[in-house]
Nanobody, 126 residues
Framework: QVQLVESGGGLVQAGGSLRLSCAASGRTFSSYRMGWFRQAPGKEREFVSGISSSGTITYYADSVKGRFTISRDNAKNTVYLQMNSLKPEDTAVYSC???????????????????WGQGTQVTVSS
């Protein structure tokens, strides 16, 4: 069982930056692949970024590539999402998710993840 708690969301002007954190409970955090997803009002949840259990491999949606950076600190049981050059279209609830690092690898599908945080609101004003 893994519990995930996000923090770091807020209101920021376009062009600004935010860093989201996702703190995980449990002693096996390093066994999980991690992902960030977002959901804007009236839209489906979409993949934002993913990171391998060791932190050596990262994945990004085309819409955030070059602006967002995912990282993790397994000693602190935390995964981060550094968001730069934010745009109004980045406004959404951002959630982190964990999937066990076994079997078929799929960072992009929400159904591949076993555990989810409650989400944190990011609002980017124009």
């Amino acid at each position: 069982q893994v519990q995930l708690v996000e923090s770091g969301g807020g209101l920021v002007q376009a062009g600004g930056s935010l860093r989201l954190s996702c703190a995980a409970s449990g002693r096996t955090f390093s066994s999980y692949r991690m992902g960030w997803f977002r959901q804007a009002p009236g839209k489906e949840r979409e993949f934002v970024s993913g990171i391998s259990s060791s932190g050596t491999i990262t994945y990004y949606a085309d819409s955030v590539k070059g602006r967002f950076t995912i990282s993790r600190d397994n000693a602190k049981n935390t995964v981060y999402l550094q968001m730069n050059s934010l745009k109004p279209e980045d406004t959404a609830v951002y959630s982190c998710a964990a999937q066990m690092a076994v079997g078929l690898v799929n960072y992009y599908a929400a159904l591949a993840y076993n555990y989810w945080g409650q989400g944190t609101q990011v609002t980017v004003s124009s």
